[in-house]
């Protein structure tokens, strides 16, 4: 039997990249409410998605007025891949003068493809949790 939702954990986190309108796919903050965990990986390679490292893969949601679903959705970071392409989940190096999307370089990368993005140290004390 299900249990009642709970609050695990709280981060600083970030949802799509600028837009406020939840049923706005690839820009907008995700619809609000519960989400189902549908699994997680430390290894997850860039894909349609675009980011490489830790990754939780959430369920898909109807925003509230029923105009779109939004499907694809992950908790992730910013993150390197290392020579294979596999994420290690270290940071890349410094770019001068621009973001590396392999860095977390501060506030603006919590900007995403409407994703919940969230700090790699973030990431990586959720796992455990996930874990379990």
Same mark, same amino acid.
């Given at each position: *039997?299900?249990? !009642?939702?709970?609050?695990?954990?709280?981060?600083?986190?970030?949802?799509? +990249?600028? %837009?406020?309108?939840?049923?706005?796919? *690839?820009?907008?903050? =995700?619809? +609000?409410?519960?989400?189902?965990?549908?699994?997680?990986?430390?290894?997850?390679?860039?894909?349609?998605?675009?980011? +490489?490292?830790?990754?939780?893969?959430?369920?898909?949601?109807?925003?509230? +007025?029923? $105009?779109?679903?939004?499907?694809? =959705?992950?908790?992730?970071?910013? *993150? !390197?891949?290392?020579?294979?392409?596999?994420?290690?989940? $270290?940071?890349?190096?410094? =770019?001068?003068?621009?973001? %590396?999307?392999? $860095?977390?370089?501060?506030?603006?990368?919590?900007? %995403? =493809?409407?994703?919940?993005?969230?700090?790699?140290?973030h990431i990586r004390d959720l796992f455990p949790t996930a874990?379990?």
């Amino acid at each position: *039997m299900p249990g !009642k939702d709970k609050v695990i954990k709280s981060y600083r986190a970030g949802s799509g +990249n600028g %837009s406020k309108d939840e049923c706005a796919p *690839m820009r907008g903050w =995700l619809p +609000n409410g519960s989400y189902k965990v549908l699994g997680h990986a430390k290894h997850k390679k860039g894909g349609r998605s675009g980011f +490489n490292g830790y990754a939780i893969h959430v369920q898909d949601k109807v925003c509230k +007025n029923g $105009r779109a679903k939004r499907t694809e =959705l992950f908790i992730h970071s910013e *993150m !390197k891949p290392d020579s294979e392409m596999k994420p290690d989940g $270290r940071q890349g190096p410094k =770019l001068p003068g621009q973001d %590396s999307p392999y $860095r977390w370089d501060g506030a603006g990368d919590h900007y %995403s =493809l409407a994703c919940v993005k969230i700090t790699p140290a973030h990431i990586r004390d959720l796992f455990p949790t996930a874990d379990r």
